[in-house]
């Protein structure tokens, strides 16, 4: 079957560093992708790598290894707003996004 | 604002009501989606369109009924729920289905099911 597997909750400091992994084990690989989703509200687009290497957009930065079957979404300089949910998806060979159950993110002051 | 709207956004029924949940998108996309998020539960996607035709259908029980009038509107007809059918859907669009096309979600509804 296929399983996406992500910590259920970190929590990390106000101004630290955090890295979220997340494995995957699909049917195919058509991309990785990241997004937030703060509490009541809808998921947000962060990041999609579909090769091998770290891409980095301002404070987010998102890693993939395909040998590895595995990606880390890498947080800096945290802050208050960055607590939410962070959803790791694959795009499998049918182009489906398989979902992981998201990691709950709390930054304490 | 991503785009997508929803309405409406919290809904209490019984088991025999009948209701329905909207969805609109004002991006131009031809793909849109439903989704159920249960807590502590990954993502479930429940149906797929793809320029106003469902593609998708992920074995969802027929008490929830897709209607899709065209590739801007997408509607969710429920029926004769259950209680484990409380959660929040999620409405989501992308350019088109079958790519590698960020989607992009609406504020959800917050379904109860008493």
């Known amino acids: 079957g296929q399983n996406i597997d992500q910590p259920t909750e970190m929590t990390a400091t106000e101004g630290a560093i955090v890295q979220i992994n997340c494995t995957y084990q699909t049917s195919g690989f058509n991309g990785l992708f990241w997004y937030q989703q703060h509490a009541g509200e809808a998921p947000t687009f962060l990041s999609y790598n579909v090769l091998d290497g770290l891409e980095e957009k301002g404070r987010f930065s998102s890693f993939l290894s395909r040998s590895k079957g595995y990606s880390y979404l890498l947080l800096k300089e945290l802050q208050m707003k960055d607590s939410a949910s962070y959803l790791c998806a694959v795009m499998d060979s049918n182009y489906q996004l398989i979902w992981g159950a998201g990691t709950k993110l709390i930054i304490k002051p | 604002e991503t785009g997508v709207t929803q309405t409406p956004r919290h809904l209490v029924m019984g088991m025999t009501n009948k209701k329905s949940l909207k969805c609109e998108q004002h991006l131009g996309h031809n793909a849109m989606y439903w989704y159920k998020q249960s807590a502590k539960k990954p993502l479930e996607l429940m149906f797929v369109?793809?320029?106003?035709?469902?593609?998708e259908n992920n074995s969802v029980p027929s008490r929830f009924s897709p209607e899709c009038p065209n590739s801007s509107h997408l509607f969710l007809h429920l029926h004769t729920l259950q209680p484990e059918d409380s959660a929040l859907y999620l409405c989501?669009?992308?350019?088109?289905?079958?790519?590698?096309?960020?989607?992009?979600f609406g504020p959800g509804t917050r379904l109860t099911v008493l």
């Open positions: 989501a669009s992308s350019q088109e289905s079958g790519g590698a096309n960020e989607q992009f």
């Open positions: 369109y793809n320029f106003k035709e469902q593609t």
